[in-house]
C-alpha cells in the first residue's frame, strides 16, 4: 500500500519562518559554535542550557511549549526529568580490576533499559564551557527509537507520536544513566549521571563516537549500526577504573558523501552537503539558524533522524553489507 505523505511536512523551501520567531533569533548561533575556527576548543553552552547562560532564553521557551502541546508529551517530558535520588558512594571498594569492572558496567547498563553502552576517557573537549567534570571516564548508553512512532515526526496538536517517543526515551536514558550510576556508587566510586533532556555539561555525541556507538552522519546526529540515526544518548561519568570500547567504522561517513535524503528532507535546508571546520576539526555541521525557527515551531522536528536511511530496520542491514563489501570488511 502507497504511504500518505506526512501532512506536517512542509516541503524542503517552502517553510516561511514566522516573524515572531525569527524575532526571537536575536544574534547567529554558527560562530558561537565555532563555524571556520581551526583551533580546537570546548563547545560554549548552546541551547538547552539555563536560559540566562546563552542568547536564545527566549526561543528556547518558545520550542519547550511547542512541543508540550502535542498530545501526551506532557507526562513523557515529566518521566523524563523526574530524576531518581543517587546514593552515597561506599566507603568500600569492589577489588574487581578495570576490564571486569568495564564489562560489568556495560552489562548492567544493558540489563537497565540502555539498548547499547560504550566507555570513553573523558576529554575535556567534552565539557562545555563553564562546567567542570573531574571524572576521568564516560560511559554512553545509547537508548533506541521506535521507528513506528519516530517516523511520524513532527509533531503537532493532532499527532504527538514522534515527540512523545523523544520523551519515553529520554526517560529511559534518565533512569538507566542514573541506576547505572548508583550501581558505581555501591561499587565505591564517584559517578554522576548526564541524561538530557537539558544539555548539562556534556556533549554526548563526541564521546558516543570515541567509544564505538556510531559515526556522525551529515544531519549531526550520531548513526548507530544497530538503530540508526533514531538513538537517543545519556551519559555517567565516574573515576571507577575501566577499559576504553572500541570505535565502530562501518561506513556511515562514506555513504554520506553520496546520500541526500536528510538535506532533502529537511524543511528549512539546514543541513549542509559538504564538511566544514568546526572548533578544529573538519565534519559534518548542521546550519543552527536555520534549523532551530523549524525546530521551535514544529515541535522538536526530528525530521532528519527519521528520514535517516540508516534509521529504516528494513533498509539498514541492506546498508550495512553493502558498506562492508566497498570497506573490504
Ligand atoms: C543543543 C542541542 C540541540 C540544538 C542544536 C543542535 C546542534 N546541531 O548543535 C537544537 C535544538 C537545534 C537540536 C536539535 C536536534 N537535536 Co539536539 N541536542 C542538543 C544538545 C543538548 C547539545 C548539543 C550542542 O550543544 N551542540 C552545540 C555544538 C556542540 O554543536 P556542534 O559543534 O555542531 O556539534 C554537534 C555535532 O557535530 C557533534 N560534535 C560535537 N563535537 C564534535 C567533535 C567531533 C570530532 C565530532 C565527529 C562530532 C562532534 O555533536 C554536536 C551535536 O549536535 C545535545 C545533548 C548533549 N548534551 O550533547 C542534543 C542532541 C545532540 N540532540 C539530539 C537530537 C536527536 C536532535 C534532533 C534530531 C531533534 C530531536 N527532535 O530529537 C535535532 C537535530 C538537529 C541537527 N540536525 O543537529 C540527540 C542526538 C542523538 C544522536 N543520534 O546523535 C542529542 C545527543 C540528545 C540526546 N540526549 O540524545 N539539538
Ligand atoms: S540521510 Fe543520508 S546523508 Fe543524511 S545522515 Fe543519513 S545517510 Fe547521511
Ligand atoms: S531537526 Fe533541524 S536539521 Fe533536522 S530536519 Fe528538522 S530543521 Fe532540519
Not at 558512594?89 to 539498548?115: M, P, T, W, Y
Request: aromatic residues 8%.
Amino acid at each position: 500500500m502507497m504511504e500518505q505523505p506526512n501532512p506536517r511536512r512542509p516541503k524542503r523551501g517552502s517553510y516561511v519562518p514566522k516573524p515572531e520567531t525569527i524575532a526571537l533569533l536575536t544574534i547567529s548561533g554558527n560562530p558561537i559554535n565555532g563555524l571556520g575556527e581551526a583551533r580546537p576548543r570546548r563547545p560554549s553552552p548552546f541551547f538547552w542550557h539555563p536560559p540566562d547562560l546563552h542568547p536564545w532564553g527566549e526561543l528556547q521557551k518558545v520550542a519547550r511549549a511547542s512541543s508540550r502541546k502535542c498530545p501526551g508529551s506532557e507526562s513523557a517530558f515529566q518521566a523524563a526529568y523526574a530524576y531518581p535520588e543517587l546514593i552515597p558512594v561506599a566507603n568500600e571498594r569492589s577489588a574487581s580490576r578495570a576490564a571486569q569492572l568495564a564489562a560489568e558496567a556495560i552489562a548492567f547498563a544493558v540489563a537497565h533499559e540502555a539498548d547499547a553502552a560504550g566507555i570513553a576517557p573523558m576529554d575535556p573537549l567534552y565539557v562545555f564551557e563553564g562546567y567542570m567534570i573531574d571524572e576521568p571516564w564516560v560511559i554512553v548508553l545509547a537508548l533506541a527509537h521506535n521507528y513506528e512512532r519516530l517516523k511520524e515526526v513532527p509533531s503537532d496538536e493532532t499527532n504527538g507520536m514522534g515527540v512523545c517517543d523523544m520523551g519515553d526515551q529520554y526517560a529511559r536514558g534518565t533512569r538507566s544513566s542514573y541506576a547505572l550510576a548508583n550501581w558505581i556508587r555501591s561499587q565505591g566510586y564517584k559517578a554522576t549521571p548526564y541524561p538530557g533532556p537539558s544539555a548539562d555539561a556534556l556533549a554526548l555525541i563526541p564521546p558516543a563516537i570515541a567509544c564505538g556507538l556510531g559515526e556522525l552522519g551529515k544531519h549531526g546526529s550520531l548513526i548507530n549500526r544497530h538503530f540508526g540515526a533514531g538513538v537517543r544518548l545519556a551519559g555517567v561519568a565516574t573515576d571507577m577504573p575501566l577499559l576504553a570500547t572500541a570505535p565502530d567504522r562501518f561506513g556511515a561517513d562514506e555513504f554520506c558523501l553520496n546520500c541526500q535524503v536528510c538535506t532533502s528532507a529537511c524543511p528549512p535546508g539546514a543541513i549542509n552537503q559538504e564538511k566544514q571546520m568546526v572548533r578544529g576539526v573538519e565534519r559534518w555541521y548542521v546550519d543552527f539558524d536555520k534549523c532551530i525557527p523549524f525546530f521551535a515551531e514544529a515541535s522538536a522536528c526530528g525530521i532528519c533522524i527519521a528520514e535517516c536511511p540508516w534509521t529504516r530496520p528494513a533498509v539498514r542491514p541492506k546498508l550495512l553489507a553493502t558498506m562492508a563489501k566497498r570497506l573490504g570488511q
